[in-house]
């Protein structure tokens, strides 16, 4: 069978389960709506958070990042796997003890204050929003590929699929879905990655296959061999960097950060019963999420290799059929600047004749690699899965934002539970449609927007929640000022450097040598200081918010 | 430790016990984090470079802790925080019903 028949085969399975569960597991009340009820299991809750956090960005560019990357691409390892630590240790316990629907439920308490939040919604809208255009547009990547539809087409059977289960099912049904999203995600993340590393190393775990020798060179080990191919292209060795140090970390920082933040992560914390299944939650999400992501960077190695040993100084006329292919979708791009006929893939511009979109690395290594047709349309259900997961879990914090915390806790306190029920259906309906538009028409600085994101969780939510759990002094004069102070610096340093002033975007102009992307460190730094250096000059909070907050630090109940 | 622990318990208020409670759950912390930020930040970031002058097998070892070793240490981590938590809670007498 070739590959759009059985991808159309695996599609299929799998849409049909997601919609079979999203039926089974109707919500009926808001609680199940915004929460699941607050019943799902500490390892469906795992399996859910890691499909919820592993987007399109983690299955389908990750890899490919960091296979043009080489060691700098572990900004992304790092930071997207090092901020769970956080979550679990800082954040989950005591937000689940605290015990409500979201986010700004938490800072609008925390801070007794409706400014604040209403800065709260604001900014989870706004990071919702930029995330779940990114994950249409990977929905219509793989549309437009696999099944040779136009991407339009694509979005719009992605978006109705989303729209049936989040409209309908709530929290319950997308922690459902998810659950069976990460089983087929990772089960497709993984097979082309065993299969490949067996035929490069011998060695069916990628994990250890990456650090091996190759099978037709004996002696020489695959890290050593990829950093020769680099270095005789002009490129820098793979596992030596590019970046300044400072920049690294400094990005990290920001991605870790700015994950802690993140409100779709966070409120899947919400659905656990008890402090302890947050806890073990957490370990279950930073399991499942890591065997992609300790996977990834294997995967980054074997596709590289592949890439330069199967088309560098190849004749055009004679290129595999994959690469035609994804000719045909712009995404790799050949121009023959020499005129011989032969394909350059150097690092120097003047003479590189070959462009190769990053995003495309993860599904077309399985056609790189020569595997069975059958693997290849598994990794398209996997991109769908990737990133239909993260869309529903975006969108559900966009619902709950504004038929919870905006009217029901801002606007119309006295709204009866099924008007708020069928307002946050409404609510999902309206996000799904704009999500949509995005992903048909998206907004050419989507990669832009969504470094701002994690920089804008980072100096805003990340800051305001820790301290409201750690630090009994803080009151909202401080917080509010310091989420303030930290928002505006990290976006007016962004918009400078990606919108206004391009051509100053450089390291010699960069404050500290420290790039727009790792700005949010800053700005979270800042955030801080601003806030403990306010609060301390004005009125301490009052003591029903300081035993609210002894209350969330302990998991049992007081009276 | 438990010793030493054991006779307070029974003769502290409870708004004491909860301090306590959590002044050793910010200890946790703050060793955790330290081995967090040494492994990331440390041996994946800030010494890669001296790291990477250590193979280990088909690796340079500050490149397999930056894309590899990290992201292992962290899930001990947690795992280690919930261990000790769940056996504090205990002791604490602090666990929900």
Redesign the interface.
Known sequence: MDIQVWTYILVGITFALYIGIAIWSRAASTKEFYVAGGGVSPLANGMATAADWMSAASFISMAGIISFMGRDGSVYLLGWTGGYVLLALLLAPYLRKFGKFTVPDFVGDRYYSKTARIVAILCALFVSFTYVAGQMRGVGIVFSRFLEVEIEIGVLIGMAIVFFYAVLGGMKGITYTQVAQYCVLIFAFMVPAIFISMMMTGNPIPQLGFGSDLVNEPGVSLLDKLDGLSEALGFNAYTSGSKSTIDVFFITAALMVGTAGLPHVIVRFFTVPKVRDARKSAFYALLFIAILYTTAPAIAAFARTNLIQSISEKPYAEVPAWFTKWEETGLIAYEDKNQDGIIQYVADPATNELTIDRDIMVLANPEIAQLPNWVIALVAAGGLAAALSTAAGLLLVISTAVSHDLLKKTLRPDISEKKELLAARIAAGCAVVIAGYFGINPPDYVAAVVAFAFGFAAATFFPAIIMGIFSKRMNKEGAISGMIVGLLFTAAYIIYFKFINKEANTPENWWFGISPEGIGTLGMLLNFLVALVVSRFTKPPPQPIKDMISDIRIPKKLK | MQNELKPYIYTMSEQEQ?RK??RM?LRY?AI??TV?FMV??GC???F?DEL?KIP?????LG??F???G???V??V???V??WL??RL?KRF?????
Do not use: C, P, R, T
């Open positions: 909860h409670y959590w759950n912390l955790l984090l967090w990331s930040y994946g970031i800030l890669v990477d280990l097998g088909g690796f340079k490149f397999w930056a894309q590899q990290a992201i292992y962290f899930i981590l947690i795992f925080y919930m938590m769940n809670d007498n602090v666990e929900e019903e």
